[in-house]
């Protein structure tokens, strides 16, 4: 397959939108594709902010199986670029994970605040089974779900804990927003675009994390 190791995960923080694909409730059966933002849960799945009263959420109700699909342009071709389909079911978030969930969500898409106080919307996250990368010739195949990611993932305290180290140095770029940080890189907003800075290694203590953070700010200074 020749899938580069992470490809999948990289691009599920690169990419701030996805292709939600329910079954349809009526006419009964047909898929029902619907374009949302997304943010990348701590275990990279796709966390989504959807309404009680849309249409895809009330397929997933009935039936939570779903399809979801990122992709990332290049020069503006889709087929250029690369794409990942995840197969799988959604859940609405538990209680005791929605406050982290939703302070991780706005962190990626700030303008969401209005819509969790409608008391409207509600925070679904997935469970994957398989996916199907596209990484460009000869770079594609079908990947079971724990190909994501084998390693734990950050916790939320430490997550937390970068957070604040990281406001240390905020006043001295205030066009540059963390939003998240992973064993692989962590996920950011400079001039109000996102990118993402990877690490060289997965880093699997919190000292490395701190230390690959520290990097990546002085590289944004």
Request: aromatic share 10%; hydrophobic share 40%.
């Amino acid at each position: 397959m020749n899938i580069p190791p992470q490809a999948p995960l990289h691009l599920l923080h690169r990419v701030p939108d996805g292709t939600l694909a329910t079954h349809s409730r009526e006419p009964r059966g047909f898929p029902y594709p619907t374009a949302l933002p997304f943010a990348p849960t701590a275990r990279h799945l796709p966390m989504l902010l959807i309404s009680h009263l849309a249409e895809h959420t009330r397929n997933l109700q009935a039936d939570a199986r779903a399809g979801f699909l990122v992709a990332h342009a290049v020069d503006g071709s889709v087929l250029e670029g690369q794409r990942l389909t995840m197969l799988g079911s959604f859940a609405p978030a538990s209680p005791e994970d929605a406050p982290a969930f939703a302070r991780r969500y706005l962190r990626y898409h700030p303008d969401a605040g209005r819509y969790l106080e409608l008391g409207d919307f509600t925070l679904w996250t997935m469970s994957l089974e398989r996916m199907r990368f596209i990484g460009g010739f000869g770079a594609m195949g079908w990947l079971d779900a724990e190909a994501l990611d084998p390693l734990e993932p950050v916790s939320t305290n430490e997550e937390s804990q970068l957070c604040a180290f990281f406001d240390d140095f905020e006043r001295r770029q205030p066009t540059l927003d963390l939003l998240g940080v992973d064993r692989y890189g962590c996920d950011f907003r400079q001039n109000g675009r996102r990118n993402r800075f990877t690490f060289d290694k997965p880093k699997l203590s919190f000292t490395d994390l701190k230390a690959a953070l520290f990097d990546w700010i002085e590289r944004h200074r």
